[in-house]
């Protein structure tokens, strides 16, 4: 019911943009979140934005390079991700949650539905 795409192979500094379509229901009054998985780390939270858009979360390592920002009339999400550095290596999940409340904002159990991922790697 998510589907992430736009990962690749890029160079440090350099940019992408994944995306993450919903199919099959509508996520117009969900939490959506993007989280990443390094090979053999733990899956973290990486940004989060709310149902009507106007308010977003980022973790601090990418607060100021990545942009959150969704299309609920597309019901499409999107990861705008600059100034890459090689520690954002790793696969990208989108995700959507009912009910998150901020503390559980950058839990990954608080969240209901999860794409497949989408790999990026940043190379140095």
């Known amino acids: 019911q998510l589907q992430a795409s736009g990962g690749g192979l890029v160079q440090a500094g350099g940019s992408l943009r994944l995306s993450c379509s919903a199919s099959g229901r509508t996520f117009s009054g969900y939490t959506i979140g993007w989280f990443r998985q390094a090979t053999g780390k733990e899956r973290t939270f990486v940004a989060g934005?709310?149902?009507?858009?106007?308010?977003?979360y980022y973790s601090d390592s990418v607060k100021g390079r990545f942009t959150i920002s969704r299309d609920n009339a597309k019901t499409t999400l999107f990861l705008q991700m600059n100034s890459l550095k090689p520690e954002d290596t790793a696969v990208y999940y989108c995700t959507a949650g009912q009910g998150i409340i901020l503390s559980s904002l950058r839990v990954p159990s608080s969240y209901h539905y999860w794409g497949q991922g989408t790999e990026v790697t940043v190379s140095s």
């Open positions: 934005i709310r149902s009507n858009g106007g308010n977003t």
